[in-house]
Structures are given as structure tokens and as C-alpha cells.
């Protein structure tokens, strides 16, 4: 009799080790380090360092991808995927309850979310209809789905839906931070390698149409993104809260020149804004996706006033 | 007889709608064709339907030979959409993002190389804009902008420019360097396709007219286009013909 073969580690282990040497030994080591040189003593918690990290990977794929809907005049639909994700987690906690299954709530969030995209993309492509009715009719429309399998069970799972309505650092697991590193490397290379093809589509559909590029195709692909950062973000920002980090730092950089450099501005304000967030957050204990959505605002009314003073002060010099 | 443009009794309606009715017509390679006619006459859609962006109800429409609802060959067609002197005012792109949209249907995914930003340099050049490549697209004048779609389907190389009223909101001396630039890259032998509601200046630029109410009135050089009453026709009533001379 042969001993059974044990699977060569290597194969088994990249995924759970590469996280390990991301969270523990780079990240970990990093805000140990920090927090000993500032004596903050937040920052050597490995709670906090989870949610730092989560922090910094939604705020780099919220603006990436939200700088393209924005300036489509599509900020609308972060809000939309984000209700309809809702209902996935909810059909996901429902399933759950009354199956005796385990499916994880994001994962039919993702499903729920992306299969919204797709539908909202469809009505504003076939059927004519505008497209903040389509938006509002999938928003609606998922929320209320939602909420009707919430109280379809005996109550059970009104609990945990909670934290997905407003979001929550408690949430942020070891395993969470795994998936949440995964979608922002996805994301941010899916949108680096079509960033020409989508960029063209959102300054110049027609023109791109002309140019021989298949524009459905690229509204399909973002709008499929755009739920996939929606559902990454959801933990710690909130259903209701997420659409906030694709809009509100692409808005607060929009007067920086150059598309690229106007994204790149919109991560570090971004950045910003999640990170004084959840520290704020951690030191008041109030909610963090509100939280880091008044930092945001807050950010977009400095940098819009600062811009006003600025041009009052140059033509009054003239 | 083929050419870069060839249709065959093409119709197009919106729902029950015709919008455009049984049109046949060639454009050869190096012409200049200004396609007039009055509101609502179907002008937009035409020129669509030219550069295959929308698929004839009936009859066909060959671009480079090919069937023009299925040619992909993008960087061949450069085209100037009707708004653009007032349209995306918000998006922070600069004049050189746009002018190297134009290489993109060259380099979708691919870096560029020399070649690709030698051909953005010379376009930016060419349309007098290479001053201005730095500014947001959004905070130049309409005239300006103009310019700089010209120097986006130039930076592809494209050998058919489709432009679509492209002088709404363009001050009446940049309108007019404005046409000279392009008399001048039909002369260099890029193919050119005008909609343009001031007839005087298609009969002073272009070297053919087709004039069009739902139906093709008229298809023929400028001064032919001047004796027949086919604008009279096409707009249904008396219509003066300012001839701009030069």
C-alpha cells in the first residue's frame, strides 16, 4: 500500500502564503514599525492593520473605476449595483437560513450585482429608456427584493444584515482582506490593460463606434466593475454608502489637467479620505463608512472653495 | 464605378419613420463632398449610415469595398461628431490624450512606439495646436477644439474624414481658418465628407454637393448644384446661394 501522495505544498499554498507575506510580513511589519516610530499605538493592532489595508485597496479601485463613470454622467449606477448587491447578500443570508447551507452572502452578492449590470446596461441599450429610469427601476427594484427575503425568515438574519447596510470594520476579516487584495489587483489590471478602449468610449462613444471599437462590449466591461468594486467595498463602507468613493474623489480632483494625472489625484484623495475615516472612526467609534464619507465631503468642499478664492484672488489682481 | 464611399439605394427609417429614402451615391477617393439640406432632412443619419455606424434598412453601403456595417479597419475613418464644440467641458483630457485617441485603433492594448507618438507630434503640428497640448480640451474655444478632432483623425492617419456640422458655436474667422485647413488636406488627398448648413461656404470648399431632403435632389459639382432648382426642391421653397469668393 502506497501512503496517499500529499499534494506538493507549493500548489496548495501560494494564494494563503502570498497573503500572509502581504498582511503579516510587508504590511504588518511595516505599521509595527510605524506605529513604534509615532507611538501610535492603533496602528500595531492587527485589527486596525486589516482595516488600514482594506481601506487602501477601496480606495484605489472606488476612483479608478469611478473616473470613468463619472464623467459619463454615470455616477448613478454605483448606487444601483450597490442596492442590488444588497439583495444578493440577502438571497445569499436567506439561502443560507433556510437550506442549511453555507454560501458566502458576497459571493451571491457579486453574482446578484454583476447580473444587475448587465441588466441595466441591456435597458439603456435596447429598450431606450433613459438611463436614470432604468437605474432607479434595477435600484428599486433589488432593494425591495432584498428586503422581502430579509423578512421572509424568522428574523434571524435581520441581524446580520446590519453590517452590510451601513458597513463595519468588525467585518474586515483575515479572509476578507484575502479577497478584497484579489478584486483590487483584478480590477486595477483589467482597467490598466482596456484603459485606451474605455477612455475613448467615455470621452467620444460615437467617435469610438467610428474608430471600429465594439462600445457594447466596453460598457458591459465596466459596468461588470464597477459591481465587482461595489461588493469589495460594501464591508467596510455600507450598501447605502459605497456609490460615495466612486463619485465624491473623482469630483473633488476633476480640476486636475490630464486624464491620467486627474485619476491618479482621485486615489490619493481617495487614500484621504478612507484612511483619516477609519482612524477617526477606530478613535470615536461611530460608523466608518459614514465617516469616511463626511472626510470625503469635507475634502470636496475644501479643495471646490479653495479653487474659488484662488480664481477671485487672480482676477482681482488684474 | 466603386469609391471609398458606395451606396446602393439605401433606406433608413426610425420605427415607421423614413429618414432616409432610396439614396445612391459614390464618393471617390480624394473628394470633397458637402452634404446640405434642411432641418430633419436626414443629413446625420446619411452620413451614419456612410461610415457605417448604422446598418441600412434596405439597400447597401460598401467603405473601402467592404460592407460599411461590418468594417472595423477604425484608424481609416476619422470622425468629427456634431457637438463637440461644446460637449464634455467637465473631463479634465487634454488636447495631446485626445489628439492620441486617434493612434488607438493602431495600439488598442499595445505600447505606443516611435512611429505612433512621431504621428500624434506631426498632427499636433499640422493643425497648429502643439502650443496648446497641455490644455484641457474643455477650456479651449470652440474653434480650437475643432482643430484638435481634425488633428485626432489626422494622428490615425485616416485617409476618409466624416465631420458633422463641425462649425455650431465656432466664431466666423476661426470657421474660416477652419475651412481653409481642410481645403487644404483635400488637396493632400484626404478624402473628405462635410455636412454643413451654410451652403455658401460647401459651394466655395467642396469639390462635389449632394443635396438631401429624406431623398437625394442633387448630386454633382458646385456650380452645376448653383443653376439647378434642386435646393429650391430640397427645402421646398426660394433659398438664395451666397457664393463666397476669394
Not at chain 1, 516610530?37 to 485589527?47: D, K
Not at chain 1, 442590488?84 to 439561502?95: D, H, M, Q
Not at chain 1, 468594486?229 to 450598501?239: D, L, P, R, W
Not at chain 2, 480650437?144 to 465631420?163: C, K, M, N, P, S
Request: hydrophobic residues 50%; proline residues 4%; glycine residues 10%.
Amino acid at each position: 500500500m502506497t501512503p496517499t501522495p500529499r499534494p506538493p505544498a507549493g500548489l496548495v499554498a501560494p494564494p494563503s502564503r502570498l497573503l500572509e507575506t502581504i498582511l503579516d510580513d510587508v504590511w504588518g511589519v511595516g505599521l509595527d514599525f510605524l506605529a513604534d516610530l509615532l507611538g501610535v499605538e492603533m496602528l500595531a493592532s492587527p485589527f486596525m492593520q486589516r482595516a488600514y489595508l482594506a481601506a487602501v485597496c477601496v480606495a484605489v479601485i472606488g476612483p479608478v473605476v469611478g473616473s470613468f463613470l463619472v464623467h459619463r454622467e454615470m455616477a448613478m449606477i454605483g448606487d444601483t449595483l450597490a442596492h442590488s448587491a444588497f439583495a444578493g447578500v440577502a438571497a445569499g443570508l436567506f439561502v443560507n437560513a433556510a437550506f442549511g447551507t453555507t454560501v458566502p452572502p458576497l459571493a451571491t452578492a457579486l453574482v446578484v450585482a454583476a447580473i444587475a449590470a448587465l441588466l441595466v446596461q441591456a435597458l439603456v441599450d435596447h429598450t431606450g429608456a433613459y438611463r436614470d429610469t432604468s437605474l432607479a427601476i434595477v435600484l428599486t427594484g433589488s432593494f425591495a427584493a432584498g428586503s422581502v427575503l430579509v423578512t421572509a425568515t424568522d428574523g434571524g438574519i435581520a441581524v446580520g444584515i446590519n453590517a452590510y447596510l451601513f458597513g463595519s470594520l468588525a467585518t474586515v476579516s483575515r479572509a476578507n482582506v484575502g479577497v478584497l487584495l484579489a478584486t483590487s489587483a483584478v480590477v486595477t489590471v483589467v482597467v490598466a490593460a482596456a484603459y485606451r478602449p474605455l477612455l475613448y468610449v467615455t470621452f467620444d462613444a460615437v467617435g469610438a463606434r467610428a474608430a471600429g471599437l465594439a462600445v457594447g462590449r466596453y460598457n458591459r466591461l465596466l459596468a461588470v466593475l464597477t459591481a465587482i468594486v461595489v461588493v469589495a467595498a460594501m464591508q467596510i463602507m455600507g450598501v447605502i454608502l459605497v456609490a460615495a468613493l466612486l463619485v465624491i474623489p473623482v469630483a473633488t480632483t476633476t480640476a486636475v489637467t490630464g486624464f491620467k494625472r486627474a485619476l491618479v489625484a482621485a486615489v490619493a484623495a481617495g487614500q484621504f479620505a478612507t484612511v483619516t475615516g477609519v482612524t477617526l472612526s477606530y478613535l470615536y467609534d461611530v460608523a466608518a463608512g459614514g465617516t469616511v464619507v463626511l472626510v470625503a465631503i469635507a475634502g470636496y468642499a475644501a479643495v471646490t472653495l479653495a479653487a474659488g478664492v484662488r480664481r477671485r484672488l487672480t482676477t482681482s489682481r488684474r | 464605378m466603386t469609391g471609398v464611399v458606395d451606396a446602393r439605394g439605401v433606406t433608413f427609417g426610425y420605427a415607421d419613420r423614413p429618414v432616409v429614402e432610396n439614396v445612391s451615391l459614390t464618393v471617390a477617393a480624394g473628394a470633397f463632398l458637402g452634404l446640405v439640406g434642411p432641418n430633419g432632412s436626414g443629413k446625420t443619419t446619411l452620413l451614419e449610415l456612410l461610415i457605417g455606424l448604422r446598418r441600412p434598412d434596405e439597400g447597401s453601403v460598401r467603405l473601402f469595398g467592404e460592407p460599411a456595417h461590418a468594417f472595423d479597419d477604425g484608424e481609416r475613418i476619422g470622425y468629427v461628431p456634431q457637438d463637440v464644440a461644446t460637449a464634455n467641458d467637465e473631463m479634465p483630457v487634454t488636447v495631446a490624450e485626445v489628439v492620441r485617441m486617434g493612434r488607438y485603433p493602431h495600439r488598442w492594448f499595445r505600447r505606443f512606439d516611435d512611429a505612433d507618438r512621431r504621428a500624434v507630434q506631426r498632427a499636433l503640428d499640422r493643425v497648429g495646436v502643439a502650443d496648446i497640448a497641455d490644455r484641457r480640451i474643455g477650456h479651449l474655444s470652440g474653434g480650437q477644439r475643432q482643430r484638435v478632432f481634425i488633428a485626432r483623425a489626422l494622428a490615425g492617419e485616416a485617409d476618409l474624414l466624416a465631420l458633422d456640422e463641425p462649425t455650431v458655436g465656432v466664431d466666423a474667422e476661426s470657421r474660416e481658418a477652419f475651412y481653409e485647413l481642410l481645403h487644404e488636406l483635400n488637396d493632400e488627398g484626404l478624402t473628405i465628407l462635410l455636412i454643413e448648413h451654410d451652403i455658401g461656404v460647401v459651394t466655395t470648399h467642396a469639390s462635389e454637393i449632394a443635396c438631401l431632403n429624406r431623398e437625394l435632389f442633387f448630386h454633382g459639382d458646385p456650380d452645376a448644384f448653383v443653376e439647378t432648382d434642386a435646393l429650391a426642391e430640397a427645402y421646398g421653397g426660394a433659398q438664395g446661394v451666397v457664393h463666397h469668393e476669394h
